[in-house]
């Protein structure tokens, strides 16, 4: 069901060894090339065309009415109403605390530096839509953008023909608990290319965040520049480190729960234990057979993405998921806390037996859009720092220009520059001349 790589006793570089979901972004650009252009030329028109061709469905308008909003909101059923209440509560609660202050620096007397944190002007946040229905990416894309000051956000979700155009009423609920109102029924490359460009009702955007799929991740690499972009998301990925302490039920629980995502979903255990990989792979054999989407889990459970990879030892383990820099990581270790705070590389990491990987999709407080395909080496997940800018702003009076002004004459004459160092010169006098 799932395969095993044996990585004890080797040295070097594992990334290659370890398992990964193959992902051709690059293949998918000239797919996504000319719906893009379509929707750059025609807008609305091209749009329309496109939902029906990809969605099969033509919605009588891009934007969705408010009243359906709200009509949505009223026949929420009252439970999910009050799961997504509170993960709204807590995700404010957490995402408030990364708001920065603006900083003030006193280089020299007469001279500062400060750096406001300014948020983007407008955003568009795509929610995806298909195999799953996604309110939990309502709250972690518009969240966010909400405490960061965002002044204009949109989002879109891909419209379903059995709701006759709309995006899914719980996506409606979820926009209308968090006080959105402009949504629109577009999926796919052509939502960020709505975005990016504009069309009919919906205004240009800045920037576009939120996960989606392959030919989502490819026009976001395509119309970069034209749009701000957080990332190219990969498949969903789950790595757990465990050793002959942790339970393993618990972890092909959460290999499973990861799997159920998607057939290209990437599930990984990294233990020293093989006696803990003998048992989970006993786990996952009655749990796929039980669990709703077995055919789907047991696809992604056997695909060359997921596996269980033995390792020497703890330490060695943890070498290992950094090199593999997971979506999402738990560590199940007799020293979870000591152990996941040597983690460098992970979108998030998620610390002992009651912190699974579906507590943090939903309710734990922290986001759930976060790097893939080991983009977590050097990126990070959504935040209220994602909508935010940093502006230095810079303060010098004529005496502090003058104690500068031969520093930067000599360093532009180093880099054969001759009218930046008369720009100084021209304020205070010197070498360069100018008047003082």
């Given amino acids: ?36 252009e379509d929707v750059r030329l025609r807008g609305t028109e091209a749009l329309a065309e496109l939902t029906e061709r990809f969605d099969g469905v033509r919605p009588p308008a891009i934007r969705v009415p408010r009243a359906e909003l709200d009509s949505a909101l009223a026949g929420l059923d009252p439970a ?9 509560e807590r995700a404010r609660r957490v995402h ?53 000051g965002v002044d204009s956000l949109a989002v879109t979700s891909p419209p379903q023909a059995e709701f006759g155009g709309l995006p899914h009423p719980t996506i409606l609920a979820a926009c209308a608990l968090l006080g959105v109102d402009e949504v629109y029924a577009v999926g796919g490359a052509q939502a960020v290319a709505m975005f990016a460009y504009g069309a009919g009702e919906c205004e240009r955007a800045d920037m576009v965040t939120g996960p989606g799929n392959i030919w989502v991740a490819a026009a976001k690499r395509l119309l970069k520049g034209v749009i701000g972009i957080d990332a190219e998301a990969g498949p969903t990925e789950i ?56 055919d789907r889990v047991a696809e992604a459970l056997g695909g060359r993405q997921s596996g269980i990879v033995l390792v020497d030892d703890t330490a060695h383990g943890l070498a290992v998921v950094d090199a593999y820099a997971a979506e999402h990581l738990e560590v199940m270790t007799a020293d ?9 590389n992970a979108g998030a990491v998620f610390v002992g037996p009651h912190s699974p990987v579906s507590l943090g999709d939903y309710c ?52 054969d520059l001759p009218a930046h160092g008369e720009a100084v010169a021209a304020r205070v006098g010197g070498a360069s001349g100018g008047a003082a």
Avoid at 13 to 27: F, K, N, Q, T
Avoid at 131 to 139: G, L
Avoid at 241 to 264: K, N, R
């Fill in 364 to 415: 734990a407080g922290s986001n759930h859009v976060l790097p893939t395909g080991g983009s977590a080496v050097h990126s990070a997940g959504l935040s209220v720092q994602t909508f935010l800018r940093g502006i230095h702003v810079v303060t010098y009076d004529r005496d502090a220009l003058a104690e500068a002004a031969p520093h930067v004459m000599a360093l532009a004459e180093a880099e």
């Fill in 239 to 294: 790595a757990v480190l465990a050793d002959d302490t942790a339970d393993p039920g618990y972890i092909a629980a959460d290999l499973v729960s990861q799997a159920e995502h998607d057939t290209v979903a990437a599930s990984v255990l990294v233990t020293p234990s093989a006696e803990l990989a003998d048992k989970v792979e006993t786990e996952l054999s009655a749990r796929v057979a039980a669990t709703r989407h077995r």
């Fill in 96 to 148: 408030a605390a990364q708001r920065r202050e603006d900083t003030t620096t006193r280089v020299v007397p007469g001279g500062t530096v400060t750096e406001r944190w300014v948020p983007v002007g407008r955003v568009g946040l795509y929610v995806p839509g298909g195999r799953a229905v996604y309110p939990s990416s309502v709250v972690m894309n518009v969240v966010p953008a909400q405490e960061a």
């Fill in 336 to 344: 979870s806390a000591g152990d996941a705070a040597a983690v460098r």
């Fill in 1 to 36: 069901m799932i395969s095993r790589i044996d990585l004890r006793g080797s040295a070097g570089d594992p990334r290659e060894l370890l398992p990964r979901a193959e992902l051709d972004i690059g293949a998918a650009l000239d797919a996504v090339r000319p719906i893009c």
């Fill in 80 to 88: 999910v109403r009050a799961a997504l209440e509170e993960s709204i």
